[in-house]
């Protein structure tokens, strides 16, 4: 019984990571913000920002990420119901791109209060 539990629990993660894969190589919006990550986390190295500091911008790294992923899961989910415009679903799709601008903006605010002391010294 356990050893059917273990075997449930690591498929759901090797789904999960079949999902990360999927939107790493498909998303090109999604290789923007990795390209984002990889400079913010090289100015935090280089600036040796605080524990906090890492706290706040390692949220919003994984918060950016986890929004992207909703908003492509949404829209492959819509794509899969119909190929026709439909204004509720383009509507669904635009809310879930707005949501990720919002973390975005929210997120570049995050870097600039606690990068920008960094950078004035």
């Not at 629990?9 to 789904?15: D, H, M, S, V």
């Not at 990360?20 to 090289?42: D, N, P, Q």
């Not at 706290?55 to 492509?72: D, H, P, Q, S």
Request: charged residues 15%.
């Amino acid at each position: 019984m356990i050893k059917q539990y273990l075997n449930k629990r690591a498929k759901a993660f090797g789904y999960a990571f079949k999902g990360i894969y999927s939107m790493f190589k498909t998303e090109a919006h999604v290789k923007i913000h990795l390209v984002a990550t990889i400079c913010v986390i090289t100015c935090g190295i280089i600036f040796r920002i605080e524990r906090w500091e890492w706290c706040a911008v390692l949220l919003c790294i994984g918060g950016v990420l986890m929004a992207e992923a909703f908003n492509t899961a949404l829209e492959k989910l819509a794509d899969s119901i119909t190929k026709e415009r439909h204004p509720l679903i383009g509507a669904a799709k635009d809310i879930a791109a707005g949501a990720v601008l919002l973390l975005v903006i929210a997120s570049i605010a995050t870097g600039l209060i606690v990068f920008l002391p960094h950078m004035l010294n």
